[in-house]
């Protein structure tokens, strides 16, 4: 059971959101054209804006110079999370969109007339035109221009991608002919030391008296085995060389910086590996992260495993740095070994063969390591020299722009069809804001709820008195159910006297009570209609009939009631007009005088209505109605606050008056779906008449 009510008050409560809509449908409606109206207009405004895509493939710069290997077809790339991001940021740096603003003379395009725009303002126009991004699951970056002439967005993107390449190319030819000056200098000054070496040797050979040596006459056995040592020794020394020079790169970098440079100083392969799965972690997280964002469990539990690898990788390398240190001691050792045993060598042999030897081999075993150093720097030179001639390009253009025909902006469809959503969205709201301002009576549940009084008829819009009409309109069915209602209240009868009310001006009282006059005399009921509105009467209009003399002239005194009670054109229906109020005579409604006439009324007539004033600012309504058998409040569809009517309540129940109902008229039935069943009843009432009069 508990269940079933709950379902029924998620359905009203619906019903009642659905209401809502339904009773300002006119509004949700302006406001959606207006604004549908508006963005279809603005979006016919807007200029057509044309876009052009070049595709490029961009690779890391390789070093022209490697000093640790031989040549640059041994070089790694080691692969770097942030190049493609700083790329785009090159793509769109200033130095670049400037020499497109050169190149392709925008100031002059853009300006207006003879007016040239300036170039701060030209790149601007070019930055906001531009977008770079990466094409999903590859390193190749999208080029876009958006512009309102499909072969200028074309242009611009090919022109960008050209002068990007070739600022890129620039920048290594620079640093590959920077290095191999570098590398011009030190061969100069090695073959400097190389002619002092020489010089040295021939002095010493002069000044010692030498003929040969070396190669060049016959050697002992010492001779060779010393020249054996002085090439393990330069072996040894040069392996120490290398090794301290690798040492003294790998103290200069902090651990963000190896990392990066990992592969330019050593080639082990479990660096190799974890460097390429940190890519493809960087890859897919850039996938992942456009498609989930970076609170999705598997982005989290990718970034996890980036920093896994990334420490295990700087466990790595920092063990082949201790390793590194550890080869360093051993080369240092080994060169250290072989100077004793080279020094004994030589101590041997110069003691063989003399003091006057020393200074002569000393000075060709420095001349030969000069020799070795003179030409291998000749080596890389000219080998470098080479390379720099077809030098690699790490920018290549995959697709060319081609000029776009179809429009990208704006999208007809979609802002139409935005607006649509938009539109009734702000019209929806603002029916809900109205209804929420709204604090008037809409339905005949408010009634009940807000003042606690049974509801006896629901009275349709646009209604007018029956007797103009005529007793086969379609609105007297309501007034017959009004008659019926009001038989079944609590206290059993629709024969009485009862004081027809209303909380302010304007809410159909006077129609009210008439028509229910009127259809309670087309039942046969000898009716009496009084109209006790002594300010503002209206009933004398209604019937047509003279309001010289009636209620004022009875309290009077002046004119007796039988005399002032006129007959009607409407068989049994009597009517007892207000009469003209004197200034004089504001206090006429006597309460004892109203109750001794009501009390007479109701002996001769089987129903007496009576039209009164409005409840609030007025008390003849409480004088008239505390001597009625009841009273019937008359409340307008969406036209007064609730407050007032409460407090129009309030006034009469504390005169003890007793109210036997209200009456909720001039409904909007088309507007309000909660009321079309009657609506509906009655027509289909109308239908039928005909055919019971038959039967």
């Known amino acids: 059971m508990s269940n079933e009510t709950t379902q029924e008050s998620s359905a009203l409560h619906f019903l009642d959101y659905w209401r809502v809509i339904r009773s300002r449908k006119e509004i949700v409606l302006a406001v959606a054209v ?32 490697n000093p640790f290997a031989g040549g640059p077809q041994n070089y790694y790339s080691a692969y770097d999370p942030y190049f493609l991001k700083t790329q785009f940021e090159i793509l769109q740096s200033t130095p670049i969109l400037y020499e497109i603003v050169n190149r392709l ?12 725009l300036p170039r701060e303002v030209a790149y601007k126009i070019l930055k906001n035109s531009l977008s770079v991004f990466q ?10 221009v958006n512009r309102d002439n499909p072969d200028e967005a074309a242009e611009v993107a090919n022109e960008l991608a050209e002068v990007y390449r070739d600022s890129r190319l620039d920048i290594a030819v620079k640093n590959a002919r920077g290095a191999i000056d570098k590398i011009a200098e030190a ?19 002069t000044e010692l008296d030498i003929a040969t040596m070396g190669g060049e006459g016959n050697i002992d056995v010492g001779d060779i085995r010393m020249q054996q040592l002085e090439g393990d020794r330069l072996m040894a020394q040069k392996e120490m060389v290398e090794k301290e020079g690798l040492l003294k790169i790998l103290d200069n970098l902090d651990d963000k ?32 992260n456009a498609d989930f964002g970076e609170n999705h469990p598997e982005v989290k539990r990718m970034k996890l495993q980036q920093i896994t690898l990334e420490e295990t990788l700087k466990k790595r390398l920092k063990a082949l740095r201790n390793g590194l240190m550890t080869e360093y001691m051993i080369a240092k050792n080994n060169f250290e070994i072989q100077e004793k045993v080279l020094a004994s060598v030589r101590s041997d042999t110069i003691e063989s063969q003399g003091e006057k030897f020393r200074p002569f081999r000393n000075a060709l075993a420095d001349l030969e390591t000069e020799r070795f150093i003179y030409n291998q720097l000749k080596a890389k030179h000219r080998q470098e020299i080479i390379t720099l001639q077809v030098p690699r390009n790490p920018v290549e253009i995959i697709d060319v722009a081609e000029p776009n025909r179809r429009p990208v902006s704006p999208n007809l469809f979609m802002n139409v069809l935005l607006s649509i959503f938009v539109g009734l969205g702000a019209g929806v709201g603002l029916a809900y804001f109205i209804e929420y301002l709204d604090t008037s009576i809409k339905t005949a549940d408010d009634v009940e709820r807000i003042l606690g009084l049974p509801v006896l008829g629901l009275i349709p819009q646009k209604v007018r008195p029956l007797i103009e009409e005529g007793p086969d309109s379609e609105h007297a069915e309501a007034y017959r159910v009004l008659r019926t209602n009001l038989a079944f209240t609590e206290g059993g009868s629709h024969r009485g006297a009862f004081a027809v009310l209303s909380g302010g ?18 039942q046969g009921e000898k009716v009496l209609l009084i109209d006790a509105d002594l300010r503002r009467p209206v009933q004398h209009s209604i019937l047509g009939v003279s309001n010289r003399f009636g209620l004022t002239n009875v309290l009077l005194r002046d004119v007796p009631v039988e005399e002032a009670i006129k007959a009607t054109s409407v068989p049994n229906l009597h009517f007892l007009p207000s009469g003209r109020l004197p200034r004089t005579s504001l206090g006429v409604l006597d309460p004892k005088r109203i109750g001794e006439l009501i009390a007479s009324l109701k002996t001769k007539y089987d129903v007496v209505l009576i039209d009164t004033p409005p409840l609030v600012g007025i008390s003849d309504s409480s004088i008239i109605a505390k001597e009625t058998d009841g009273a019937i409040i008359v409340v307008q569809y969406r036209k007064y606050p609730r407050e007032m009517l409460v407090k129009a309540k309030q006034v009469i129940e504390t005169l003890g008056v007793t109210v036997v109902g209200a009456v909720l008229n001039n409904i909007n039935v088309m507007r309000d779906d909660y009321y ?9 009432t109308q239908g039928d008449a005909p055919e019971d009069d038959n039967i």
Request: charged share 20%; hydrophobic share 40%; no cysteine.
């Open 34 to 65: 207006l604004v549908v109206l508006t963005g279809t207009v603005y979006t016919l405004m807007l200029p057509n804006i044309y876009s052009s895509s070049v595709r490029i493939a961009v690779s890391n710069d390789a070093p022209e110079i």
């Open 105 to 116: 003379n925008l100031q002059q395009k853009w300006g207006r007339g003879a007016d040239k």
């Open 135 to 144: 094409q999903r699951d590859t390193s190749l970056i999208v080029i876009s």
């Open 187 to 205: 061969l100069k000054d090695q073959a400097i030391r190389v002619d002092q070496a020489e010089e040295k040797i021939q002095n010493l050979r």
């Open 257 to 288: 910086d190896l990392m990066e440079q990992a592969s330019y100083i050593t080639f082990d392969q479990f660096v190799a590996n974890t460097m390429q799965q940190i890519q493809d972690i960087e890859v897919q997280l850039s996938s992942l």
């Open 505 to 522: 001006a304007g809410e159909g009282k006077s129609t009210t009570v008439f028509n229910l006059a009127f259809v309670s005399a087309q």
């Open 676 to 684: 079309y069943y009657y609506s509906d009843y009655y027509q289909s």
